[in-house]
């Protein structure tokens, strides 16, 4: 079973310290929201599945981390200027401001169970409202100093095309990937994480000849498609993809699929997204552009210094790679992460037990150290050092806890995820009631999902624990 509202994962993640509404305490900042002592291991996580697997585990990739403040003239040049806008309107009525296409996100201002259009409210005509944010930049107040904050990680990795290409002398194909902060002026920002103005995301910039375009775009979404099911533990029946309409496009692109999900309450909706983004923004960052021999059409750019170009050997001429684009939402996977694991499951007793169901290594914690006697110093003794033995191995969450009982401790850990727990008993001491000492340096490790424990050796724990994550 998924969550079934997301209401459920709402107070799930204010309760346990995965997600907590930005600003809180200002009565909330809208659109913003802080990841908490498990959302922010979650997080990481996501994020390092998705860079073993695109980074590390392939022989076509770079890594970069870019500046979210860039010169003005690449949000110019890269069309965001004057495209990255979406249709607004206005209620005569209530005054509210509203997205055209996504009113049924909506709540109007005077009627809290209706959405906009289904009150009296008159609407004023669609415009475009351009979603960049701009920030001052500078000492001086100058209205031409300022800056935007960048709304997608990609231009980053278009401007440094040739620094990565002469620094590490790639051979076409070869991407970039890049993990960062976006920032979007959303009309309504809504749904939670669904949302949001300030975003994480996690991006790449795949580089072909032209003419192998078609072939990679499709092999991109497939080893994407399996990744969020094998990897992420997204379910197949809760995903699909959709190719956008042809006159639905954004600029750049040439054609564009999407993974959707369907999360609990709001439907299927997008993950992430494919495009095709031919030869526009190497094209549109370049200097000589009708030199080029580019396909898409661009902007005369008066102002770069630079011919984004890659020579082709055998055919002794440069051209202009085309591109594909793999971009995913970090929030996004991780609501869809949270959806997917959480379970209600009632067990033999009548009682309710909420379980999430995290693949291991996602799990913000791996490893639950619970000592069975909190008031016995030479058990908790032994459950923290049994606690660090298992940090010390640098690369898992291990914590100690002893501030319930032990039923109670596991219902804690189920609830946030923890695939193993581990209980420091007499017997690990070797100081078992009835006087035996068979079990001495054992501890019992138990099966969040199934629940059942086993007695292993305290030397064996450590592997028993790194081969299931
Ligand atoms: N460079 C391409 C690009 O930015 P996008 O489809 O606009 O493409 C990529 O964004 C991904 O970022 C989306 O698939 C979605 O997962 C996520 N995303 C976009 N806008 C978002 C928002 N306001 N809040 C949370 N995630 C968002």
Same mark, same amino acid.
């Given at each position: 079973m998924a969550a079934q509202s997301l209401e459920q994962i709402v107070s799930l993640c204010k309760r346990r310290g995965f997600i907590f509404p930005g600003s809180e305490i200002y009565g909330g900042f809208q659109g913003t929201y802080d990841y908490g002592p498990l959302g922010v291991e979650l997080k990481n996580n996501l994020r390092r599945l998705w860079w073993?697997?695109?980074?590390?585990?392939?022989?076509?990739?770079?890594?970069?981390?870019?500046?979210? @403040?860039?010169?003005?003239?690449?949000?110019?040049?890269?069309? +965001?200027?004057?495209?990255?806008?979406?249709?607004?309107?206005?209620?005569?009525?209530?005054?509210?401001?509203?997205?055209?296409?996504?009113?049924?996100?909506?709540?109007?201002?005077?009627?809290?169970?209706?959405?906009?259009?289904?009150?009296?409210?008159?609407?004023?005509?669609?415009?475009?409202?351009?979603?960049?944010?701009?920030?001052?930049?500078g000492p001086v107040p100058d209205p031409e100093s300022f800056a935007y904050l960048r709304p997608e990680t990609a231009q980053g990795m278009f401007v440094n095309f040739k620094n990565v290409l002469d620094s590490t002398n790639r051979k076409l194909p070869f991407g970039i990937a890049q993990q960062g902060k976006g920032f979007r002026n959303e009309i309504t920002p809504r749904?939670?994480?669904?949302?949001?103005?300030?975003?994480?995301?996690?991006?790449?910039?795949?580089?072909v000849m032209p003419g192998e375009d078609e072939t990679a775009h499709d092999e991109w979404i497939t080893d994407h498609l399996n990744w969020w099911i094998d990897e992420v533990?997204?379910?197949?029946?809760?995903?699909?993809? =959709?190719? +956008?309409?042809?006159?639905?496009?954004? +600029? =750049?692109?040439?054609?564009?699929?999407?993974?959707?999900?369907?999360?609990?309450?709001?439907?299927?909706?997008?993950?992430?997204?494919?495009?095709?983004?031919?030869?526009?923004?190497?094209?549109?960052?370049?200097?000589?552009?009708?030199?080029?021999?580019?396909?898409?059409?661009?902007?005369?750019?008066? +102002?770069?210094?630079?011919? #984004?170009?890659?020579?082709?050997?055998?055919?002794?001429?440069?051209?202009?790679?085309?591109?594909?684009?793999?971009?995913?939402?970090?929030?996004?996977?991780? #609501?869809?992460?949270?959806?997917?694991?959480?379970?209600?499951?009632?067990?033999?007793?009548?009682?309710?037990?909420?379980? #999430?169901?995290?693949?291991?290594? @996602?799990?913000?914690?791996?490893?639950?150290?619970?000592? @069975?006697?909190?008031?016995?110093?030479?058990?908790?003794?032994?459950a923290k050092a049994i606690k660090n033995m298992l940090q010390a191995s640098g690369d898992l969450r291990a914590v100690y806890d002893d501030s319930a009982s032990i039923g109670r401790l596991y219902r804690r850990q189920d609830e946030v995820g923890t695939p193993f727990c581990v209980t420091v008993d007499y017997d690990t001491l070797g100081q078992s009631r009835d006087g035996g000492t068979e079990l001495?340096?054992?501890?019992?490790?138990?099966?969040?999902?199934?629940?059942?424990q086993e007695r292993i050796p305290i030397s064996e724990l450590l592997a028993y624990v790194k081969a299931r994550i």
């Open positions: 073993k697997h695109n980074v590390y585990e392939r022989d076509d990739m770079e890594g970069v981390e870019t500046a979210i @403040l860039m010169s003005r003239w690449v949000w110019k040049y890269s069309g +965001h200027e004057a495209e990255f806008s979406d249709p607004m309107v206005d209620c005569k009525t209530c005054k509210g401001r509203f997205r055209e296409d996504k009113m049924a996100d909506a709540v109007c201002l005077k009627h809290s169970k209706l959405h906009p259009g289904e009150c009296e409210g008159e609407f004023t005509e669609p415009r475009p409202f351009n979603m960049m944010f701009k920030t001052a930049v749904n939670f994480i669904f949302r949001v103005r300030e975003l994480d995301m996690m991006e790449i910039e795949y580089f533990g997204l379910s197949r029946d809760r995903l699909k993809l =959709y190719e +956008h309409p042809k006159e639905k496009l954004s +600029h =750049y692109s040439k054609r564009t699929v999407d993974i959707l999900y369907e999360f609990p309450t709001l439907g299927f909706d997008e993950l992430e997204g494919f495009a095709n983004r031919t030869d526009f923004d190497l094209g549109s960052h370049s200097r000589d552009q009708d030199k080029l021999g580019l396909t898409a059409k661009v902007m005369k750019n008066d +102002h770069s210094t630079e011919r #984004l170009t890659y020579f082709d050997q055998p055919n002794n001429r440069h051209i202009v790679p085309y591109v594909i684009e793999p971009a995913a939402g970090v929030d996004r996977g991780c #609501l869809a992460a949270l959806c997917e694991a959480y379970d209600e499951e009632v067990l033999e007793n009548g009682e309710t037990r909420i379980v #999430l169901r995290f693949k291991p290594a @996602l799990a913000p914690i791996k490893v639950a150290v619970l000592p @069975l006697a909190r008031n016995k110093p030479e058990i908790v003794a032994a001495k340096d054992t501890v019992t490790i138990r099966d969040r999902d199934s629940m059942k």
